[in-house]
């Protein structure tokens, strides 16, 4: 099995940062493509930011330039720094990698992290 474990959400005031982190533990070949996405209680889950095998990154407009996604692949983490933080910012956050479980097959496994809570508030 492969879970994915995030950390580092909690109470922000605006203006300030955090620093996510997801890492990935199990029956790991390789990891594709990453991203974070972001969810608030009713309303559809929205793409934050995504960065390919080869580094390679996208970030939705509301979070460009104040967001950096990266990824350590010697140690199966994805992180997230936020800075400049916003009201709107608020929602749990989730990471996500495509996970190669196999030696032998090309495919990959959409593998969800259990949701870190972002709130900026004064």
């Known amino acids: 099995q492969v879970q994915l474990v995030e950390s580092g959400g909690g109470l922000v005031q605006p203006g300030g940062s955090l620093r996510l982190s997801c890492a990935a533990s199990g029956r790991i070949f390789g990891i594709n493509n990453m991203g974070w996405y972001r969810q608030v209680p009713g309303i559809e889950r929205e793409l934050v930011a995504t960065i390919t095998r080869g580094g390679s990154t996208n970030y939705a407009d509301s979070v460009k330039g104040r967001f950096t996604i990266s990824r350590d692949d010697a140690k199966n983490t994805l992180y997230l720094q936020m800075n400049s933080l916003k009201p709107e910012d608020t929602a749990v956050y989730y990471c996500?990698?495509?996970?190669?479980?196999?030696?032998?097959?090309?495919?990959?496994?959409?593998?969800w992290g259990q949701g870190t809570l972002v709130t900026v508030s004064s």
């Open positions: 996500n990698m495509r996970v190669k479980v196999s030696a032998v097959l090309s495919g990959y496994l959409e593998v």
